[in-house]
């Protein structure tokens, strides 16, 4: 199994800025593609962004320019640096990652946190 923790969440102003990190641990794992997605009461969980295992990343367009995602594999650890953070950012953060079992029988499995509160007050 792997096991995926997220830390960094609170509470800022608007304007504010914040770091959540995702780390994931699982022996025999290779973790491919990280994820973060949110979601704010009443509403769907999204996408909020991706990056590959090369660093490739991928953002909703609401967050381009505000929110930068990196990785250091040697951890297995993803960063979302938030800044320029607005109320309707508010949502509880989910970590989500792909990983590879690398044992006999390889299998691909979606793996998820158990999420972080952001909250931005106006």
């Known amino acids: 199994q792997v096991q995926l923790v997220e830390s960094g969440g609170g509470l800022v102003q608007a304007g504010g800025a914040l770091r959540v990190s995702c780390a994931a641990s699982?022996?025999?794992?290779?973790?491919?593609?990280m994820c973060w997605h949110r979601q704010a009461p009443e509403n769907q969980r999204e996408l909020v962004a991706s990056?590959?295992?090369?660093?490739?990343?991928n953002y909703i367009y609401s967050v381009k320019g505000r929110f930068t995602l990196s990785r250091d594999n040697a951890k297995n650890t993803m960063y979302l640096q938030m800044i320029g953070l607005q109320p309707e950012d508010t949502a509880v953060y989910y970590c989500?990652?792909?990983?590879?079992?690398?044992?006999?029988?390889?299998?691909?499995?979606?793996?998820w946190g158990q999420g972080t509160q952001v909250t931005v007050s106006s």
């Open positions: 989500n990652t792909e990983a590879m079992w690398v044992g006999s029988n390889p299998y691909v499995a979606a793996y």
């Open positions: 699982g022996r025999g794992f290779r973790i491919n593609a």
């Open positions: 990056i590959s295992s090369g660093g490739s990343t």
